[in-house]
């Protein structure tokens, strides 16, 4: 697919079922690149355990959320991260020319589930702050199994999706909206997580 005709089945997805789950929106050799990064940081112990909650809300509870994370900077000078954030670029400003969404920022971290982890149910727009607009999550896990654990279930009203975060999917989903979880993990699990604002 083009990346034009990749961004319009998006939209169009985002419009009928509020997430998408798309493969290959962003390049295999970037990914790989940015598991690298995540795995160096993870080596020189730059992750931290993350927090719920934002402002003075935020706290550290190992009973709701239990992995670790490293925020991306918006202008990292790192190639993969800003070869990363040239394609989230590309995708919401079609976005916003096609369905006048209005993004104009976004935040991004990488997340590492160690084996054992979850995140339980939670909506990712804060109640104090509505800016939030599309949760963006990319996976970088390669040999992923069924059976590995780890999978993002999406809590819909009438049913609830499962997936499994494989290398190079990539979930969109309407943050406001869509409560979801990360079940427990039996390996350890990676991702580039962040939010359209």
Same mark, same amino acid.
């Given at each position: 697919? &083009?990346?034009?005709?990749?961004?319009?089945?998006?939209?169009?997805?985002?419009?009928?079922?509020?997430?998408?789950?798309?493969?290959?929106?962003?390049?295999?050799?970037?990914?790989?690149?940015?598991?690298?990064?995540?795995?160096? =940081?993870? &080596?020189?112990?730059?992750?931290?355990?993350?927090?719920?909650?934002?402002?003075?809300?935020?706290?550290?509870?190992?009973?709701?959320?239990?992995?670790?994370?490293?925020?991306?900077?918006?202008?990292?000078?790192?190639?993969?991260?800003?070869?990363?954030?040239?394609?989230?670029?590309?995708?919401?400003?079609?976005?916003?020319?096609?369905?006048? &969404?209005?993004?104009?920022?976004?935040?991004?971290?990488?997340?590492?589930?160690?084996?054992?982890?979850?995140?339980? =149910?939670?909506?990712?727009?804060? =109640?104090?702050?509505?800016?939030?607009?599309?949760?963006?999550?990319?996976?970088?896990?390669?040999?992923?199994?069924?059976?590995?654990?780890?999978?993002?279930?999406?809590?819909?009203?009438?049913?609830?999706?499962?997936?499994?975060?494989?290398?190079?999917?990539?979930?969109?989903? =309407?943050?406001?909206?869509?409560?979801?979880?990360?079940?427990?993990?039996?390996?350890?699990?990676?991702?580039?997580?962040?939010?359209?604002?």
């Amino acid at each position: 697919m &083009t990346p034009v005709s990749t961004y319009e089945h998006i939209i169009d997805e985002l419009a009928s079922k509020d997430y998408v789950v798309v493969d290959g929106l962003i390049e295999a050799e970037i990914l790989s690149e940015l598991k690298a990064e995540l795995l160096k =940081k993870h &080596t020189e112990e730059e992750l931290k355990r993350a927090e719920i909650g934002n402002g003075a809300n935020s706290s550290v509870n190992d009973l709701i959320r239990s992995d670790k994370i490293s925020w991306i900077d918006t202008d990292s000078k790192i190639p993969c991260e800003q070869a990363y954030y040239q394609a989230v670029n590309a995708f919401y400003t079609y976005l916003n020319q096609a369905c006048f &969404t209005g993004i104009s920022d976004f935040e991004f971290h990488y997340a590492c589930y160690e084996k054992g982890t979850f995140y339980q =149910k939670h909506i990712d727009r804060f =109640k104090n702050d509505s800016n939030r607009k599309f949760s963006f999550i990319t996976y970088l896990n390669d040999s992923w199994q069924h059976g590995d654990g780890g999978e993002l279930k999406l809590h819909l009203d009438d049913e609830v999706i499962e997936v499994e975060p494989r290398f190079g999917k990539t979930v969109i989903f =309407k943050s406001h909206l869509i409560e979801h979880e990360v079940v427990e993990n039996h390996r350890q699990r990676f991702s580039v997580t962040g939010w359209l604002k």
